[in-house]
């Protein structure tokens, strides 16, 4: 049996599998509905239908190439699968907040960090910003194609030399007439090969707030390049280096208001460390799901692997981690949706879920043994793809910065813009 | 914050309970700790404030509120910086009584609920002996029935209340032969001739009393028997939800007391010339020790959801229990380190909470307990481990037999003969087996079986072949609900006497 056929297999006979687990009454099927509508549950089912035909069968070919291919935009555009949480005047769907958990946790099931990330980092962290802060005009030119999958997005905050740290970024747009002129560098930036604008953070001229602002660069501006990141995993997405040399930009490309950038940036952490613990959480209950398929037909001294005992309680373990972590998550979710700005709550479930899908990933490889390291068992992936994790949108330790501010220098967050 | 599950009212109640708590208990915590008796007139006034019974029937007293002031009632009694003064008022209104408010007589529920809630009458729970805790069925306890009276012999282990309390909820066999099938539970009164009690010297929960029991001889009245004889385990069973829950609560609103008092101190705290709250190594800790209290909490809070609407959820209770004990240990070991030397003092409450914290894997089913139950429902009995089975999909299909040869007319004699024997359900029972129906219809004097495909107030869905290893008695009942081979929709309490039917 390879990767493919396991997770074909698991695709083909799927029935939910968080609404099914060890359930042997009426009651417990029910589960999760304190969530999810009859709707919700349709809406799954056509995600996963979808990614197991357009995305699931490439998926390996992706990864070997190092990045996807602009199709699989198109057609998620034209699902509308980038627009979920967009205004329908813009084409989005503007469908509840549980829809695109549904979308990351369905994501998750691919198997591939890379592709989650690429397809994340357009709608969740570049389309964020333009729907927040951009003008009219910019959401006609960059909205608009970018819910339909036609111009690709990346956000650009990190640079080689701050990253968490986003008061000490160094890339300047200095204003001269009607452009800006941006010089220096970002990295680590997913989609940042590919993609057709950068949402870039930078220094104006001004001194309020340091002056940090978010300013949108073609990628065909003279002076942009490129070059792609070669990582440990993750590895479909293209993660790029980008420089700017004196990069002449309109200056009606800037994004709300000189020197708010930090204030924005802020503001859309919260929605992206929720994004990153729910994928973490996913990527764990698929990770156990196909361990426990593994245990069942593996044998050893006689029996399948799930007869022993210590397996057995390790599986309980990471079950129950896993089933709290899913809850915490969904309680925050709800929050969300219902508008409370979660600064610490968002920290400390990215914190947790990250660091849980390290756990998870890294004993649930153990139980494959020898195959477990093969790449044609699903867990070599998930277990290189999940490091990233407890780094990306922030570090673990970031975010223990951030929670130990609020707790005991009693610092309070509040939405600013 | 927690608005999902307390409302205003709840936080009010909140509110004058702990009002209360920081005016009668926690000033003599200390005292109670090392006399290692909680005085009894602490039940009484907690009685009269109308904080006991909170969710018991208004009939006897109770308030007939919601789950989350129970909630409320558990977090808050775990807050007092004493896991012994926790359990010894958790013990009887959510771990022993409600047996008696389940499953008891009226008369039962007369002669004790009231006592209970008006907080004049202690009760324990008397589960564990010497050979034999959450192996339930392996009791040696022996309740033998002598005319209108139960002879009982035995002796039960690390119960709480068992010294100064008025009434054991004891687990007795009442047929030594019979395994499962023969464990009962007989309210035992601790003055009853025959029953006596020796404190037990531990590592921590100093205020409360734990006590080995012995019982020579006692002649309990027939009347005693909680619900039916040979029903017992199964009301333990389905006890553990509640059990569990409130030990996890207990678990996580300790934890969140001691990061509390640990944050408090080290804002006061100096080295180096700055609060100690300042050193990033600690506040990272600190950051991680809130991320997990809050998860967990937020996890336990929606098992109470679950247990509040009603449902079935052992598997997740348990995982909570599982979790938040463990996180308590934890949280108790990494503040203590806070205090430095300080932590190791008796002068400090950390050093309590410390100890206290330690038996929350164990009492109420060990971790490796709650472990082999999350695994067996979660792991074992997963839909998605039975994939691997079958190709099809397994949800739908599994109890719906391939076999084309059922005939359930020739059984019909010897299921009927059986079914004439137990006592009628008093409801109406259908087996479905996907292409045929046993329909048993219990409220007339007897059990009536056909064949019919009549709705019932409870339908079990189960294999043919799986029905037929119950009647032969390969495979038990409960085992098969909790392995997932019966599935049960509609009335519960039908499906709990599947048991007497059956044998």
């Not at chain 1, 199709?71 to 549980?98: A, P, T």
């Not at chain 1, 209950?285 to 398929?293: C, D, F, H, R």
């Amino acid at each position: 049996m390879n990767s493919e056929q396991l997770s074909v297999n698991n695709l083909a006979n799927n029935y939910l599998w968080t609404e099914n687990r060890g359930l042997w009454t009426e009651n417990n099927s029910t589960m999760n509905s304190y969530y999810f509508t009859e709707e919700h549950k349709i809406f799954r089912s056509s995600v996963r239908d979808f990614l197991k035909k357009e995305v699931t069968p490439y998926i390996a070919e992706w990864e070997k190439n190092g990045e996807i291919p602009r199709s699989i935009f198109l057609k998620m555009g034209e699902m509308g699968y980038l627009g979920l949480m967009q205004e329908e005047k813009y084409g989005g769907l503007d469908v509840d907040f549980w829809y695109t958990i549904i979308l990351n946790e369905e994501i998750a099931r691919v198997n591939s960090g890379g592709f989650a990330a690429s397809i994340g980092a357009h709608p969740y962290l570049a389309l964020t910003h333009i729907k927040a802060q951009a003008n009219e005009q910019q959401k006609e030119k960059y909205l608009i194609p970018g819910i339909q999958g036609k111009c690709i997005g990346c956000l650009a905050i990190t640079e080689p030399s701050a990253g968490s740290d986003v008061q000490s970024i160094r890339t300047t747009a200095k204003k001269e007439g009607d452009y800006y002129i941006i010089n220096g560098s970002k990295t680590f930036i997913t989609n940042g090969v590919n993609s057709d604008f950068i949402v870039a953070a930078v220094k104006t001229n001004t001194t309020k707030n340091n002056g940090l602002s978010m300013i949108i660069i073609d990628r065909t501006t003279s002076g942009v390049a490129a070059t792609k990141l070669n990582k440990l995993g993750w590895k479909a997405s293209d993660t790029g280096e980008i420089s700017f040399d004196d990069v002449k930009v309109p200056k009606e490309n800037l994004l709300g208001e000189e020197g708010m950038g930090f204030f924005y940036i802020m503001q859309h952490f919260v929605l992206e460390r929720l994004t990153m613990a729910i994928g973490g959480t996913a990527v764990s209950k698929y990770a156990l799901e196909v361990t426990l398929q593994y245990m069942a037909e593996r044998k050893a001294f006689g029996r399948p692997i799930n007869k022993f005992q210590v397996l057995r309680h390790r599986i309980a373990q990471m079950a129950s981690e896993i089933e709290m972590n899913q809850q915490f998550i969904y309680h925050l979710c709800q929050r969300f949706q219902n508008g409370d700005y979660l600064v610490k709550e968002a920290s400390m479930a990215k914190l947790l879920s990250t660091q849980l899908s390290d756990k998870v990933t890294t004993q649930c490889l153990q139980m494959f043994g020898g195959y477990g390291f093969m790449e044609d068992y699903p867990l070599a992936r998930m277990f290189r793809d999940s490091r990233l994790g407890t780094i990306g949108g922030g570090t673990s330790e970031i975010m223990c910065e951030i929670i130990s501010k609020i707790i005991i220098d009693n610092n309070t967050y509040s939405k600013t813009i | 914050m927690n608005s999902y599950y307390f409302t205003e009212e709840h936080e009010m109640f909140r509110e004058s309970l702990r009002t209360f708590l920081h005016k009668e208990v926690l000033p003599n915590i200390d005292q109670w700790e090392k006399e290692q008796k909680i005085p009894r007139n602490i039940w009484k006034k907690m009685g009269d404030m109308g904080f006991l019974g909170l969710s018991y029937p208004e009939k006897y007293g109770g308030m007939n509120l919601d789950f989350f002031y129970d909630v409320i009632f558990c977090e808050e009694v775990s807050k007092m910086y004493s896991g012994g003064f926790a359990i010894s008022q958790i013990v009887v209104q959510y771990m022993s009584s409600p047996y008696i408010l389940k499953h008891g007589s009226e008369r039962l529920k007369e002669k004790y609920l009231p006592g209970i809630i008006s907080g004049e009458k202690i009760s324990c729970i008397g589960i564990t002996e010497p050979g034999a805790g959450s192996d339930a069925q392996n009791i040696q306890t022996t309740a033998i029935k002598q005319g209108d009276y139960y002879i009982v012999n035995g002796s039960k282990t690390f119960i709480t209340n068992a010294v100064y309390g008025d009434f054991i909820i004891t687990v007795v066999k009442t047929d030594p032969n019979a395994g499962a099938a023969g464990v009962s539970l007989l309210v035992i009164d601790r003055n009853a001739e025959g029953v006596s009690a020796t404190k037990l010297n531990k590592l921590g929960w100093h205020a409360s009393d734990t006590a080995e029991l012995a019982f020579d001889e006692v002649k309990v009245p027939a009347e005693n028997l909680i619900g039916e004889e040979g029903q017992g385990f199964y009301y333990l069973m389905g006890g553990l939800q509640l059990e569990r829950l409130t030990g996890a609560v207990m678990g996580y609103a300790a934890c969140e007391e001691a990061l509390a008092y640990s944050l408090k101190y080290m804002s006061e705290r100096k080295a180096f010339g700055r609060p100690i709250n300042k050193f990033q190594v600690l506040r990272h800790r600190i950051a991680q020790l809130a991320a997990e209290i809050e998860a967990t909490k937020q996890f336990v809070l929606y098992c109470c959801r679950l247990n509040n609407d009603g449902k079935y959820a052992v598997k997740e209770c348990s995982m909570s229990k599982l979790l938040s004990s463990e996180l308590s240990d934890k949280v108790m070991y990494q503040c203590l380190q806070f205090f430095g030397g300080y932590g190791y003092m008796e002068e400090f409450k950390i050093a309590r909470m410390f100890r206290d914290s330690r038996i929350g894997t164990i009492g109420g089913g060990t971790s490796e307990i709650m472990i082999d139950d999350v695994a067996y429902q979660s792991a074992a009995k997963d839909p998605i481990y039975k994939k691997t089975t079958s190709n099809s999909n397994p949800q739908k299909e599994k109890n719906i037999p391939t076999n084309d040869e059922i005939n359930l007319n020739h059984i019909l004699d010897k299921i009927q003969a059986g079914a004439e024997k137990a006592k009628p359900l008093g409801k109406t029972l259908k087996f479905d087996f996907g292409k045929e129906q046993l329909f048993i219809d219990g409220t007339g004097e007897k059990n009536k079986v056909s064949i019919n495909n009549d709705d019932a107030n409870c339908t079990i869905q189960i294999s043919y072949e799986d029905f037929n290893n119950l009647l032969k008695g390969k495979l038990n009942p409960m085992n098969a609900v909790m392995s997932g081979k019966i599935k049960i929709k509609g009335d519960m309490s039908v499906a709990m006497k599947l048991q007497s039917l059956l044998s």
